[in-house]
Each structure stands twice: as C-alpha cells, then as structure tokens.
C-alpha cells in the first residue's frame, strides 16, 4: 500500500467526530498529573504540571521516556556473548529498535520540526530554535549510529555480532541521557512561550489533529496507544478523561481492539527480550487500512 493511502486513511480517523461530551475543558481541571507517577524532569511535586500548555509536550514525552527507561534496562542486560542459545535477545531488541524505536523517534521530531513548531512561530511564540534544531541534529545523528548497529545485529540474526552489540550496549545510555535532558528543556521552555503566543487550546487542539493525522498509519500503529497508556498512567482521572474527549472515537476503539494489544504482546516482548530467560512468543492482531472509515469528503 502507497504512502497516499496510508494518509488518507488517518486523515480519515484524525478528522472523525469528537465525542460530545460535558465534560471540563482542561483549563477548568483543578489536579492534572499524578506526580508520583511521572518520569519528567521538569515536573515534580514542588512544580506540578497545574496548565494545559504543560501537558502539551508533556503526554509524547512520557510515552517516549517510559519506552526508553525500558530500553536502557535491555540494553545493560544483553549478553556480552552471543550464542546460539541466547541470540534471540540481541536479534529481537535490534528488531524493535529499527522497526520501532529509529521510526516514532523520527516521527516525533519531525511533527515538532515541520508542524508544531512552525505553528508556534507563526502565532508569534518565542522558541530558541537554532538551539532546538542543533539538538536534533545532534540527537539524529546518535540515533542513526544506534539504528545501523541494530540493523547489522538484525541482519546477523544476532550471531557473530559482538562487537555491534557491545557498541550498542555503549551508545545507547549516552543517547538516553542526551534524549531525556532535550525533552527537559522542551518541557521547560514550551509551556510559556505557548500562553505567551496567546494560542487557545482550541487552536492547539486544531494542530494536534494536524499532527494526528502526519502521523499516517505508523503514528495510529506506534504513538497512540503508547501515549493512551502512559497519559493513563501519569494523569489525574478527570484530566483522563478530558483527554480521551479530544481524540476521535474510532481511534480509540482501534487502539482498545489492536494497537495497544500488539504494543505490548509484539513491540514490548522485542524490547524486552535481552531481560528475558525464554524467548518470548505472540500473536499479532492483524490490522488492515479497511478497517478505517473512508476519507473525509473534500469540501
């Protein structure tokens, strides 16, 4: 299937009608976050996220540091020797972080660098951008060098690649480290300049659904049910609940029936094989684009 279906098709949920509702606006909710349940470092008891220009940022990037906590863990648990008996590990960690991880990295920064940010500039927001751009380099450039490795230990099945794995063992927690203090900043910086821009949450919902919608088959497949989880997870029930009124019911029912079954049976069994003592096994829900409601009339 072409890269116009695909599009066509998450536009075609993206743009699926919102679910009525009276529930508050997040403006009007009091608590926000479960502090104790966040990962963020920008956030914490003493500096709740209390606005919903906090959150913005906030609900990718939880997602984002919860799978990469998990991949630190794996990557200081793959065995320094590879043999026949224990290369599942290194080949199905490889696996999802070319088949995953390299992919929603690449998706996140690209829906900042091509439609949030821009959006932001263009209702006059102040953002230090040759700094945010530097870093991304920066950070693609580690991600690549991780993602090649990967690919070779894929390739390999995960045999006679022990000098690939210990570089990756290497890269990977520096790449974390580098990761996770540019989400900080992002998280820092973001929320003011978005009420400084004076952009309304009806404006930045309209932008959200733009990114929904870039996103393409590989965002409905990767980032929603990682973020319905961890939003979850981290947010109070009534900031929840509030959410889960600014994404489209057919997203959601897709999410419930398949992608977060297969987030967490297939992508999560990949990244954590090298923590596993018997190679894990499951059963994919099949997905198939007709599955989604047909693209939205032109007008």
Not at 22 to 30: A, E, N
Not at 37 to 64: M, R
Not at 158 to 174: E, F, H, N, R, V
Request: aromatic share 8%; hydrophobic share 40%; with cysteine.
């Amino acid at each position: 299937m072409g890269c116009t279906a695909s599009k066509q098709s998450a536009d075609a949920v993206a743009s699926g009608k919102h679910q009525e509702s009276d529930s508050p606006t997040t403006s009007s909710i009091v608590s926000l976050a479960k502090v104790e349940n966040l990962t963020s470092q920008a956030y914490s008891a003493a500096n709740p996220p209390t606005h919903w220009t906090d959150t913005v940022f906030l609900v990718p990037h939880e997602w984002l540091r919860q799978e990469m906590n998990a991949m630190v863990a794996s990557a200081a648990a793959l065995p320094d020797k590879s043999t026949k008996q224990n290369s599942w590990k290194a080949e199905l960690f490889a696996t999802w972080i070319v088949e995953y991880f390299a992919k929603v990295v690449h998706l996140h920064h690209d829906n900042e660098e091509e439609i949030y940010f821009p959006f932001l500039l263009e209702h006059g927001g102040k953002i230090p951008e040759d700094r945010i751009a530097d870093d991304h380099k920066s950070l693609v450039d580690e991600l690549t060098a991780i993602n090649d490795l990967a690919a070779v230990v894929v390739q390999k099945k995960g045999l006679k690649c022990d000098d690939k794995i210990a570089q990756l063992k290497a890269k990977i927690p520096i790449f974390i480290t580098d990761m996770k203090e540019h989400l900080k900043e992002e998280e820092t910086f973001a929320p003011k300049a978005i009420r400084e821009a004076g952009i309304t949450e009806q404006e930045n919902g309209e932008c959200i659904g733009k990114l929904m919608q870039a996103g393409g088959i590989l965002g409905l497949h990767t980032e929603l049910p990682g973020v319905l989880i961890w939003t979850k997870h981290w947010g109070t029930d009534e900031y929840y609940e509030s959410f889960l009124k600014e994404v489209p019911p057919p997203m959601i029912a897709l999410a419930n029936d398949i992608f977060i079954p297969n987030l967490k049976n297939k992508f999560h069994a990949q990244r954590d094989a090298p923590t596993m003592t018997e190679k894990p096994e499951w059963t994919e829900v099949p997905f198939d684009p007709s599955m989604l409601p047909p693209p939205p009339p032109q007008e």
